[in-house]
């Protein structure tokens, strides 16, 4: 079973930034992030493989979120630019054992979530 908790969620105006973190208690093959907003289904933000070379992105959000990971430190990021109201929702980390999160794959095929952190952007 692997535990992951997130933090770097806020509050921030449009055009500001925010680095979201999300730290796992053991190797995991496949991390990424999704979103939920209010009345809305959980969406694909990000994902990223083993060895960080290789990443995806929701259209949405291309060219100004960055997903990361660090796996000395069991830890995947994500940096938020440019930020725009329209991204307002709860973040919730997502990591896999076997398959890889990217765009299509469904949140419940998801095997491992966080908790779950709080991003608001301001108009």
């Known amino acids: 079973q692997v535990q992951l908790v997130e933090s770097g969620g806020g509050l921030v105006q449009a055009g500001g930034s925010l680095r979201l973190s999300c730290a796992a208690s053991?190797?995991?093959?496949?991390k990424g992030w999704f979103r939920q907003a209010p009345g809305k289904e959980r969406q694909f933000v990000a994902g990223v493989n083993w060895s960080g070379d290789m990443t995806y992105y929701a259209d949405s959000v291309k060219g100004r979120f960055t997903i990361s990971r660090d796996n000395a430190k069991n830890t995947v990021y994500l940096q938020m630019n440019s930020l725009k109201p329209e991204d307002t929702a709860v973040y919730y980390c997502?990591?896999?054992?076997?398959?890889?999160?990217?765009?299509?794959?469904?949140?419940?095929?998801?095997?491992?979530w966080g908790q779950g952190t709080q991003v608001t952007v301001s108009s």
């Open positions: 053991g190797r995991i093959f496949s």
């Open positions: 997502a990591a896999d054992s076997n398959n890889l999160i990217r765009v299509g794959v469904a949140p419940s095929a998801i095997e491992y």
